[in-house]
């Protein structure tokens, strides 16, 4: 190939490329620097206002004592406890349907495809359909699945689901708690970093519709284990559950690690769940900072709070992508 040949195809490459880079560094990076500024300014109303004002915006969100201050802060313990819970089922409920149907059951193609049903419809949809089933209605006439346990004779199970307002927390007066307090560290047995009960609908919600997407993951991890390897540790007398903690589920770390950061990036933004399911709920129990970034921006018009918490769910996104893309180039390297 002569060397004009190469400069005509690396010519024509980068032209072919050239939208892309451009869109993407328009209608992503750009408005990231924008957000950043904004987020620097006095913007606090309809009228734009560019005023530098430094942190200020960033200051009131973490150590102000205003409602929006306050509400930011219960976000955040909110953004924590769904997604602890969420990633937590979906692993487990994921990794079990992928176990099962590992086995080689009939009807095996079915299952998957009724598994992974979910994971086809939009969140929002998910979030009106659970929203019908788990309103509660009233003690002597429910609704939803509370009618279920009714008929079951299961009256203690029934639930105000996302209208609850308790938030489950550590007691200062507990064993735990008292240690706490001896090392400083007492502000942790406070509701501010409790557990709001009424997330608990989102989390199932949530986990309803990736479950299955989790599953797929895992099955295609466990697909990729040579039978060789497992045969070889039952002829050393290894049980089934050796075999599992042994050898299957450190080959699937990296697996886990995919379904983490996955999982854990759509819990840290989620929103549209929210919107159609809850909205804020109770004492803010099911409010989370994309929504609230939402309703300070466009309805309370604080342009500047708003993109303040922007760049603060941008900062936890980072948190956890970053350290999985250097891991993912390292590893493409080492091969």
Known sequence: MSPKHRNWERVVSILL???????????VYAFIAWTGYISLAKWDSA??????????????????DGTDAIRFRYDLRNMVGFTAFFLLSCIIIGFGLAVLLDQ???GEAVFRSIFLFPMAVSFIVTGVAWRWMLTPGE?????????????????????????DPTIAYLSPDSGVGAILNSIGLGFLTTKDFGYPLAITSLVIAAMWQLSGYTMALYLAGLRSVPDELREAARMDGASEVQVYRHIILPLLQPVTLSVVII????????????????????????????????????DATLFS???????????????LIIPYLRYSIRAEAQV
């Open 17 to 27: 490329l050239l939208p892309s880079i451009l869109a993407l560094g328009i209608f």
């Open 47 to 64: 009228a734009p206002d560019f005023t530098f004002v430094g942190l200020r915006n960033f200051e009131h969100l973490f150590i102000g």
């Open 104 to 106: 080689r059951v009939r």
């Open 139 to 163: 003690a002597n006439d429910p609704v939803g699945v509370n009618i279920i346990f009714t008929q079951l004779g299961l009256k203690n199970l029934q639930s105000t689901w996302f209208t």
């Open 263 to 298: 999982l854990g990036h759509i819990s840290l933004k989620i929103f549209d769940l929210v919107v159609s399911m809850t909205g804020p709920g109770p004492g803010f129990a099911t409010d989370v900072p994309a929504y609230n970034m939402w309703k300070t921006t466009f």
């Open 305 to 319: 709070q708003g993109a303040a918490i922007g760049l603060v769910l941008l900062v936890l996104v980072a948190i």
